[in-house]
């Protein structure tokens, strides 16, 4: 099989290797080494995709990350992959690749009927036409814009493919393997500094492997290739190919992506698809190089235009012709090489100068190979719909206002070159305002905002003797900064083309009587015309053009576009481009998978998962857990075929009628030492603390110092300075911070350590009227009686050997104990507990279970104390010391906080004891008032009561005290309930806490 | 991400770090009488300077303590670091 467009003896791609790919279904080949693109090209294919916005027809315009529009959806292992740039995604065996933005296919676009209505897709027409009726909005226009916006469909099923972060620190780091790269990664890395050296094409050289230049008596490719050698081997650099920095962030922090898998048919064992590095770097040296801009005249945006620079590295590079009958339309002398290239390959091109009388080495040469030139020359108008056909060319006035003679010549495609924008953006990123350079037409960095250093052609330097120096300079002096190290080594001799000015023309006017559109942004379809009406209607600053425009939006962050854009703004407005300036570059430079960002945080690696010691013993009797914070927790324990519903409720009533244990080895907990622990104690728990004594447990609440309840919990006294603090589940991290924070900066003076102790110790709530005789059972030789161990007390006991301590303490309401063992020993408790409870009818119960029990009992918990409550809402006011202070205190005062009608917790029953109160409904007092309904607070926690067995909640509303015995109405919009309820005491069970105690 | 560099431990990412706000607020003595004023500016009130900002990091995942951080706020640039006892300049 041969192709077309294939050149035979140029080009670095394995001839040794073919590979078979299908692009819209069909099959093509190219070989290893190849992109899409050039394989695509190579069998004469240049119809690729439609436009955003009028689906003209789109093809190929640069190589590399200067590619606008042709993007493809990629499908592999079963996997889509969305927004892939052609010219960068590699070939493997067995790609699958399709085009987007066309319907029903690429050839024949519905959509292409925009093209004919352009005239009503102007500037800004979003904000035009998608205005009225509002209405329109849910049903026609956001429907309608999702549809016609992105590149692509994003696979909706979970990604198998692994990603990877990495952190890693270096010296210095370099973006891009271009001459300046090379050059100044050798010079520091000799000079003994860590080097990362990062490449992002699969070949290093940058310009080196295109251009016909001579380094130390190599040529420019065997010299890449001798330095990255050493390179690789030194063990102080690291050099990464297919490798982005894509973003200059804060304090010499750059990201950059590696795709490790990306050009293969399946990402290899034990390595991920993609890696995304975090680099702190010492310095940095810019060498991202700079890309050809366009020139602009009617119909540029036809397939078949392309840079010249893309044309000749499909050339030296891939070995590909991208059209046989070649016109060169340029600016300056690069076109010069591109031409040249053509004419070595046997391909005769015609070069367009717009110059008038340009003389340099490289236009000699063209000339003296007899490749046909025509000086003050220009493409009026590419001619050919899916590809170029032919073009109308003129000769252009002196004053280049005017076309003469016009004439078509027959072409297969357009090179242009309008001479190079360096490549700012990473400079840009990292806070340097850029200049405007006049020699070049382009912004170059000015002075260094964080440690960085742009060197090469990003730095405006476009001679290669200019580059290899300053590079070779810059790397030594920079090493020198870091390592204090002196080996310079010998820069070489080079051996380049001299080139001559380049024209300031870029725009081709329009011809008399011609409307051809003329693009400036190709991946945003943004016209002349566009920028032209969007500075009629008053944008003036250009940030707002972009905005409005599209201008330089979008994947593609302006790279072949922004130039122009701001040029012809400038013009229009008589002003010079630096006046005009130039919009913000933000990171990413090229787009970036979500699957990088997110690398391994997915699913249950989103967050840690944290098991008590106990969790097997869960697992094994069927606990359905459910995620609390970072813990799972046993939800309910499943028998036959019960619901959740069935399961909380025989857990809950084993509680209150026999015995039940229940896993809290999650309650944070804390650890207070020192001679002041107490006074501390006093001042961070709104209750009085100083003489509690050695033994006892106390029930506190802290606030924070607006007045709102932060977290509740008790506190034991285990010796004279050693207090055993247990915090909610939820907030254990966020109190131990709270406690830091006062010790270390306000009360510094305070003699106490904190250190949280949460994961040191297993936890099991022994509750039910049962409970005694178990605890008696499992502590033979203590004494576990009411008045040896009273309500809120504590003690050390030795549990079959093993050092327990047990606190006397009831979330559930009941008589109950919470037995604490060092974790180790937690499952070795759990399974003594279950087996010496069986006489006793034990019964492990789940959050569900305790959820009910504390609910009855009106123990508030995270749904009551929800970061709007003080302690007077949740009838905590009991307390609160009056003759103290302590954190807090002060806005308890708050006018809101002590109007009489301020929110309370109250009990809710519904009128018919059956229907469940949705968790969230309002209290209301007139169901069929008028919308919005006054509302008088909101169910915080809804249960079914086991010792009732009727439906019962909680909730907090205004003048709670008051409304007891009232009959109101719960109402849940969500749910579409009304529920008809009487408010009673939140203490629906037991309210003079006699089952504590007994 | 920022680089902070913590008194206790050297220089370390900023992931490791909570924010704890602005490192100039005194906390009202304990038993203080103060004006209703005095108490809301203490509790609600903070200046967001454009530009030099002395603020509190607490090194979470690090060595725990809280530290006072003099930050450019529109640059972010980080002047000096100090212990919590330190006295700031």
């Not at chain 1, 476009?462 to 790397?475: Q, R, Y």
């Not at chain 1, 600053?541 to 972009?546: G, T």
Request: hydrophobic share 35%; proline share 5%; charged share 25%.
């Amino acid at each position: 099989m041969s192709q077309d467009f294939r050149l035979d003896n140029i080009g670095m791609v394995n001839r040794n290797k073919k590979i078979s790919f299908t692009f819209n279904g069909k099959k093509y080949f190219g070989y290893e080494g190849d992109t899409i693109a050039s394989a695509l090209i190579a069998n004469g294919v240049h119809l690729v995709g439609r436009s955003f916005k009028y689906h003209r027809p789109r093809g190929f315009f640069g190589v590399g990350v200067d590619e606008p529009y042709a993007i493809l959806q990629l499908e592999r292992n079963n996997e889509r992959d969305p927004n892939i740039r052609a010219t960068e995604q590699e070939i493997f065996e067995g790609l699958e690749v399709k085009s987007v933005n066309c319907w029903p296919s690429v050839n024949f676009d519905i959509g292409a009927i925009n093209n004919f209505l352009k005239m009503f897709f102007p500037a800004g027409f979003y904000y035009k036409t998608f205005m009225w009726p509002p209405s329109f909005w849910y049903k026609i226009y956001e429907p309608f814009i999702r549809m016609a916006a992105g590149f692509g469909e994003a696979s909706i099923k979970h990604d198998k493919e692994r990603y990877e972060h990495k952190y890693e620190y270096c010296d210095l780091l370099i973006t891009g393997s271009g001459p300046s790269g090379l050059a100044s990664a050798y010079a520091a890395a000799k000079n003994g500094a860590r080097v990362i050296l990062a490449e992002d094409k699969p070949r290093y050289g940058g310009s080196l492997l295109t251009s016909d230049v001579n380094i130390g008596n190599q040529t420019g490719v065997e010299w890449s290739e001798k330095i990255i050698t050493e390179l690789k081997s030194m063990s102080n650099v690291i050099v990464k190919n297919r490798s982005q920095v894509f973003g200059y962030y804060d304090h010499n922090m750059l990201v950059m992506s590696e795709r490790i898998g990306d050009h293969l048919p399946k990402t290899q064992k034990y390595l991920p698809k993609q890696r995304l590095w975090y680099i702190r770097a010492k310095e940095v040296l810019i060498s991202s190089g700079s890309i050809e801009r366009p020139l602009v005249f009617g119909n540029n945006d036809t397939p078949g235009v392309m840079l010249s620079s893309a044309a000749k590295e499909y050339m030296k590079v891939y070995g590909v012709l991208v059209g046989k009958k070649p016109l060169i339309f340029t600016n300056n002398d690069s076109g010069y090489e591109t031409a040249i290239e053509f004419k070595k390959n046997g391909v005769n091109p015609l070069i367009l100068d717009t110059r008038k009388e340009p003389s340099s080495d490289i236009i000699s040469e063209a000339k003296n190979l007899g490749i046909e030139i025509k000086f003050s020359h220009v493409v009026v108008a590419a001619k050919g719909y899916k590809k170029v056909k032919s073009a109308d060319i003129a000769k252009i006035s002196d004053n280049k206002k005017d076309l003469l003679n016009i004439e078509n010549i027959e072409c297969d495609c357009i090179c242009v070159s309008g001479f190079w924008t360096p490549s700012i953006h990473l400079a840009s990123q990292s806070g340097n305002k850029s200049e405007f350079n006049e020699k070049i037409d382009a912004f170059i960095p000015k002075k260094s905002k964080q440690k960085e250093n742009t060197i090469g052609s990003a730095n405006g330097k476009f001679t290669l003797e200019e580059t290899i120096n300053e590079a070779f300079n810059k790397g030594y002096e920079v090493s020198n900064n870091i390592t204090e190290n002196n080996n310079k080594v010998s820069i070489p001799t080079v051996v380049e083309k001299k080139s001559t000015e380049h024209d300031k023309f870029w725009c081709v006017p329009l011809p008399k009587g011609k409307s051809y559109k003329r693009f400036l942004d190709f991946q945003n379809d943004v016209a002349v015309t566009d920028i032209e009406l969007a500075l009629r209607e008053g944008f003036r600053s250009i940030e707002h053009v972009k905005r409005y425009t599209t201008l330089g939006m979008a994947t593609d962050q302006g790279k072949t576009s922004n130039l122009n854009g701001l040029q012809l703004v400038s013009d229009i407005e008589n002003k010079v481009v630096p006046q005009v300036g130039h919009t913000t570059f933000r990171p990413p430079y090229t787009p970036v998978s979500i699957g990088a960002i997110v690398g391994r945080e997915v699913g249950k690696h989103s967050k840690p998962t944290r098991k008590s010691p106990m969790h097997d013993w869960h697992e094994k009797n069927n606990a359905v857990f459910v995620d609390a914070g970072v813990w799972l927790r046993p939800r309910y324990y499943k028998q036959g075929n019960e619901t959740l519903f069935e399961a909380s409720k025989r857990e809950a009533k084993n509680v209150r009628k026999n015995v039940g244990v229940c896993d809290v080895t999650t309650l944070g907990k804390i650890d207070v030492k020192g001679p002041d622990a107490a006074e501390f104690l006093n001042r961070v728990y709104t209750n009085a603390w100083l003489k509690l004594p050695v033994g006892k447990a106390r029930y506190g609440v802290m606030l924070r110092e607006d007045g709102i309840v932060m977290d509740d919990g008790t506190t034991t006294r285990i010796s004279e300075n050693h207090y055993h603090m247990t915090t909610t589940t939820a907030q254990a991290a966020n109190v131990l911070s709270h406690l830091e924070y006062y010790l270390q900066l306000v009360w510094p003076e305070l003699n106490v350590n904190v250190v949280s102790t949460t994961e040191q110790w297993a936890g099991a709530a022994i509750a039910g009227p049962n409970s005694r005789a178990l605890l008696m059972k499992l502590f033979p030789n203590t004494d576990v009686s009411n008045e040896a161990l009273p309500f809120m007390g504590y003690k050390e006991a030795d549990l079959f050997g093993i050092p327990a301590k047990i606190y006397r303490i009831s979330f559930s309401g009941e008589l109950a104990y919470e037995v604490n063992v060092e974790s180790d020993y937690g499952n070795f408790m759990w399974e003594k507990i279950i087996e010496v409870g069986k006489e006793f009818q034990i019964q492990p119960y789940g959050t569900e279970a305790l959820s009910t029990l504390r609910i009855e009992m009106g123990h508030v918990a995270g749904s009551e104390l929800d970061g709007r409550t003080i302690p007077h809402d949740a009838s905590l006011e009991g307390l609160v010391s009056k003759k103290k202070d302590f954190i807090g205190k002060r806005s308890l005062g708050r006018s809101a906080f002590i109007k009489p009608d301020r929110e309370k917790i109250v009990g809710v029953v519904p009128l018919d004891k059956t229907t469940s109160i949705p968790e969230g409904s309002y209290i209301v007092k007139d169901p069929k008032a008028k919308l919005p309904n006054p509302k008088l607070g909101h169910v915080s926690a809804s249960c079914w009561s086991v010792e009732y067995d009727n439906p019962f909640s909680l909730a907090i509303i205004k003048d709670g005290k008051n409304m007891i015995g009232q009959k109101l109405f719960a109402m849940s919009p969500l749910k579409n309930k009304t529920i008809p309820v009487e408010i009673v005491s939140s203490h629906y069970v037991d309210p003079e806490g006699k089952r504590v105690r007994a | 991400m920022l680089y902070i560099f913590c008194p206790h431990c050297g220089s370390r990412s900023q992931n490791e770090f909570a924010y704890g706000g602005d490192a100039t607020v005194k906390r009202p003595e304990l038993n203080k009488e103060i004006s209703d004023q005095e108490w809301d500016n203490f509790v609600y009130l903070r200046k967001s300077p454009r530009g030099k900002h002395l603020e509190l990091w607490h090194h979470i995942s690090g060595c725990r303590q809280w530290i006072k951080v003099e930050r450019d706020t529109s640059t972010h640039e980080i002047f000096k670091t100090y212990k919590a006892d330190e006295l700031t300049e």
